[in-house]
């Protein structure tokens, strides 16, 4: 079945450096990639994704980038806050008519200041 | 407009008891999904609906049954719980495929155990 690898599981970084998480899929006819962040104890939330008729995409300091070929995605964070500690999921939707969402298993980001 | 609405947010149950969890939304969304968290584990499909009427198991569908009411409401149900479903459980919803918006939006979260 679709399957969705994410990497690391956890990162830690100092506040001001830049973090990357990596995930790869398996249904080569996946077309849209979203990314989630997901702060303790509270519903995880949308903060940037993109679709596969484009290759990067930023919003200030997050950005995605999307290699179909190597069916790998990542998600790029640079200036680091604190805030921005969290755990960040990966997920890509199937292919075929259903909007059928399967996530990364994760990655707890920790921001030291 | 409340999103996607679910209840209880606390359960604890006994051993083989049953229980129903309920979601709803109001944003006219066409799929729902019942996902499970596990510490390390990110977020694992249970069961999702495509459309109202449809239902499709997801990765972890053992010990669980859905039901989807109509277009709103995408509830999940244990027969008879067992301590390996002690989890936190999300309902979710996205708009129809045809859109150019295909945002997920997540309920606030069940934390379920069972002893």
């Known amino acids: 079945g679709e399957n969705v690898e994410q990497h690391p599981s956890t990162l830690s970084v100092q506040e001001g450096d830049s973090a990357v998480i990596k995930c790869t899929y398996s249904?080569?006819?996946?077309?849209?990639f979203p990314w989630y962040k997901q702060e303790l104890g509270k519903r995880p939330q949308l903060i940037i994704d993109?679709?596969?008729?484009?290759g990067e995409k930023k919003d200030q300091r997050i950005a995605v980038t999307l290699n179909k070929t190597a069916k790998h995605f990542s998600l790029h964070i640079t200036e680091t806050q604190p805030e921005d500690s969290a755990v960040y999921f990966c997920?890509?939707?199937?292919?075929?008519?259903?909007?059928?969402?399967?996530f990364g298993a994760g990655t707890r980001l920790a921001v030291h200041p | 407009n409340a999103g996607v609405t679910q209840t209880p947010k606390f359960q604890v149950l006994k051993t083989g008891q049953s229980m129903t969890l309920q979601c709803a939304q109001d944003?006219?969304?066409?799929?729902m999904y019942w996902y499970r968290q596990d510490p390390g584990m990110g977020l694992r499909l249970i069961y999702y609906?495509?459309?109202?009427?449809?239902?499709d198991k997801g990765e972890v569908p053992n010990g669980y049954n859905v039901s989807r009411l109509n277009k709103r409401e995408f509830s999940l149900r244990l027969e008879s719980a067992a301590p390996s479903q002690t989890s936190v459980y999300f309902c979710?919803?996205?708009?129809?495929?045809?859109?150019?918006?295909?945002?997920?939006?997540f309920g606030q979260g069940t934390r379920l155990t069972v002893v």
């Open positions: 993109i679709r596969s008729n484009v």
């Open positions: 249904d080569s006819a996946s077309n849209y």
């Open positions: 944003m006219n969304h066409n799929s």
């Open positions: 997920a890509a939707i199937s292919s075929g008519g259903y909007n059928k969402l399967i």
């Open positions: 979710a919803s996205t708009p129809p495929r045809t859109g150019t918006n295909t945002e997920a939006f």
């Open positions: 609906s495509a459309s109202e009427g449809t239902t």
